[in-house]
């Protein structure tokens, strides 16, 4: 803004809301506006609800996944089927396999995939503990759900390796996803799809 | 979502930040994942600039601006033009004005447009105000910056014939804006010349 026509509290919260994915500068500032004028329906909920969140999101210790209790939801939930872990790269592809509805599995996430070049190695991921909690027993099923990009097979094969010898299967999403695709584009059919056509890897 | 994934404060979240204008279910899921990862960069930031503008977000009440004093930024400031007045349906009307940096005047924003049909009469706008601003004198011309729609011209009409006899000058925006068009969506070099060329009402 070339001249100071609102408060510098107005002025921020549009600079930070313009950071928001899916708000650019433009609608930051609709965005605040409508805020500003929805003080006590949106407003005051909403900071009540960041400031929630801002105060008990957490990483879970078992999985990886963010979450406002550790363990997470998924990890203490009784009813999940305790013998299958999904792996996932990110919690995005966890929330967009949860919402297929397809599966009541365990999952591990985590956190990226292998990338020598951008000096993302093995250490960098949460693979160490997820080679543990398969050592401990009781896991028959390792769902490889990475994306289907050179990096995210790399990182499925990796895995594989380090797995060999503990007995569990290890599968991976059917090719109904797209190659060069990302998960958390897909629509749940599709990904629906993927996961009960599932093959041996 | 059919299923409990998460805890209830981060559906929440997502549930809220969904009303926001620009982010639908989708994109407010990404924006609250991305949120919970930018936990210190991001959403703390933003819960406080949230927070700070619900305790200190007011509508002036001289211009009926919104802004976090009372009277408001555009009021005080001693470098603009007092006999001037911009008469806007809207505060993001307001907004986007200010953005052309093509006027240094004062403004009064309206809070809609008359329309019987939805029950919106005089008494329902800032027009009262409006009139007693300009009858206290100092005002030489009001420019009556409302949207080229039937309800924006039928407030024009009603606010000129309330200033008959006040001696003001009312002008228009010059027939740059599109028929039918809504002010916030116009790029600023229209509607810096619209402003420039506005004509006698
Ligand atoms: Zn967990
Ligand atoms: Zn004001």
Redesign the pocket.
């Given at each position: 803004m070339s001249k100071r026509f609102a408060g510098p509290e107005i002025e921020r919260l549009i600079q930070l809301l313009a950071k928001v994915p899916g708000l650019g500068p433009r609608s930051a500032r609709r965005a605040a506006l409508h805020l500003i004028k929805k003080k006590e329906q949106l407003l005051g909920p909403l900071t009540v609800a960041m400031g929630d969140a801002l105060d008990k999101v957490r990483i879970?210790s078992?999985?990886g996944?963010v979450d406002t209790t550790d363990?997470?939801t998924?990890?203490t939930d009784p009813r999940r089927d305790d013998t299958t872990i999904i792996v996932v790269e990110d919690v995005s592809d966890l929330w967009a396999l949860e919402r297929t509805g397809a599966m009541n599995a365990r999952y591990h996430v985590l956190g990226g995939t292998l990338s020598p070049l951008d000096g993302v190695g093995p250490d960098d991921l949460n693979i160490r503990s997820l080679v543990d909690r398969v050592a401990k027993g009781g896991v028959s099923e390792l769902i490889l759900a990475v994306n289907a990009t050179v990096e995210g097979q790399t990182t499925a094969h990796y895995i594989t390796d380090q797995l060999d010898g503990l007995g569990v299967k290890v599968t991976r999403l059917a090719h109904g996803v797209p190659v060069g695709g990302e998960l958390d584009y897909l629509d749940e059919g599709t990904l629906s799809a993927a996961l009960k056509a599932r093959t041996a890897f």
């Amino acid at each position: 803004m070339s001249k100071r026509f609102a408060g510098p509290e107005i002025e921020r919260l549009i600079q930070l809301l313009a950071k928001v994915p899916g708000l650019g500068p433009r609608s930051a500032r609709r965005a605040a506006l409508h805020l500003i004028k929805k003080k006590e329906q949106l407003l005051g909920p909403l900071t009540v609800a960041m400031g929630d969140a801002l105060d008990k999101v957490r990483i879970c210790s078992t999985c990886g996944n963010v979450d406002t209790t550790d363990p997470c939801t998924i990890c203490t939930d009784p009813r999940r089927d305790d013998t299958t872990i999904i792996v996932v790269e990110d919690v995005s592809d966890l929330w967009a396999l949860e919402r297929t509805g397809a599966m009541n599995a365990r999952y591990h996430v985590l956190g990226g995939t292998l990338s020598p070049l951008d000096g993302v190695g093995p250490d960098d991921l949460n693979i160490r503990s997820l080679v543990d909690r398969v050592a401990k027993g009781g896991v028959s099923e390792l769902i490889l759900a990475v994306n289907a990009t050179v990096e995210g097979q790399t990182t499925a094969h990796y895995i594989t390796d380090q797995l060999d010898g503990l007995g569990v299967k290890v599968t991976r999403l059917a090719h109904g996803v797209p190659v060069g695709g990302e998960l958390d584009y897909l629509d749940e059919g599709t990904l629906s799809a993927a996961l009960k056509a599932r093959t041996a890897f």
